[in-house]
């Protein structure tokens, strides 16, 4: 194997791949989506902000399950089929957490 000095560390498109191949400086590009990390770790910093990303942590935990029960592929042809794949995969999950609280915990509709 031939070891050379140039050193890159690549993310994101191939632009700057021959600039990077013909500096000896190791070359960091951002990614697409470095704004957004960069935006969710300044929400961390206040009350309020941390307050917002555990409402998305519930969120995103129950979207995750749902997830794991369908798969990663779309099982029908169509997209009418598949809303109705998803919402009946989002009422099982309702259901699990219902049965999940303790009894008497329920509020009536």
Not at 61 to 81: C, E, F, N, T, V
Request: charged letters at 20%; hydrophobic letters at 40%.
């Amino acid at each position: 194997m031939q070891e050379t000095s140039t050193r890159m560390w690549h993310v994101g498109s191939c632009l700057f791949a021959a600039y990077a191949a013909a500096s000896l400086v190791p070359v960091a590009l951002l990614g697409a989506d470095e704004a957004l990390l960069v935006e969710l770790r300044q929400r961390q910093q206040t009350p309020h902000g941390r307050a917002r990303l555990r409402e998305r942590t519930k969120v995103e935990h129950s979207l995750a399950r749902i997830g794991y029960w369908q798969g990663r592929r779309a099982r029908y042809l169509g997209p009418r089929k598949n809303l109705f794949d998803l919402r009946h995969a989002a009422v099982v999950h309702n259901l699990h957490v219902i049965a999940r609280q303790p009894p008497g915990s329920q509020k009536a509709t």
